[in-house]
């Protein structure tokens, strides 16, 4: 719903929505707001249960319900194009992002660089 995309008018019916309604306003921002710090916070905890290399088990069990309810919600949340969910269309720009690089490396690095870096002994080897 870009201002100046294909659904131009639904996004300005939106927008004067907002406007009409602080409430309604608020309750987006409060959500947006209430998800960044979910997944801030989850993302930092990941981040110290691989530090100390701790059983990230428990830490899956805590948020699992959560993670669970987002996904499915973001499963069905609509994209850009249509027939198409959020989720569907972040998979496959990560997908060419992927192979982007893939293909960067193997054009930095040549085709042959895998067995080129195999061949010859190992240079920690006396």
């Given at each position: 719903?870009?201002?100046?995309?294909?659904?131009?008018?639904?996004?300005a019916?939106?927008?004067?929505?907002?406007?009409?309604?602080?409430?309604?306003?608020?309750?987006?921002?409060?959500?947006?707001?209430?998800?960044?710090?979910?997944?801030?916070?989850?993302?930092?905890?990941?981040?110290?249960?691989?530090?100390?290399?701790?059983?990230?088990?428990?830490?899956?069990?805590?948020?699992?319900?959560?993670?669970?309810?987002?996904?499915?919600?973001?499963?069905?949340?609509?994209?850009?194009?249509?027939?198409?969910?959020l989720?569907?269309?972040v998979?496959?720009?990560?997908?060419?992002?992927?192979?982007?690089?893939v293909?960067?490396v193997?054009?930095?690095?040549?085709?042959?660089?895998?067995?080129a870096?195999?061949?010859?002994?190992?240079?920690?080897?006396?």
């Amino acid at each position: 719903m870009r201002p100046d995309g294909r659904h131009t008018a639904l996004r300005a019916e939106f927008d004067q929505a907002l406007r009409n309604n602080p409430a309604l306003a608020q309750a987006l921002d409060n959500a947006a707001s209430s998800l960044k710090a979910y997944t801030d916070k989850r993302v930092r905890l990941e981040g110290g249960y691989n530090a100390w290399e701790l059983d990230k088990g428990d830490l899956y069990k805590r948020f699992g319900g959560i993670d669970s309810t987002l996904s499915q919600a973001a499963t069905t949340f609509p994209a850009h194009e249509a027939g198409k969910s959020l989720i569907d269309t972040v998979g496959e720009r990560l997908a060419e992002l992927f192979q982007r690089v893939v293909n960067a490396v193997k054009q930095a690095f040549g085709a042959q660089a895998p067995n080129a870096l195999s061949q010859g002994p190992s240079p920690l080897v006396a």
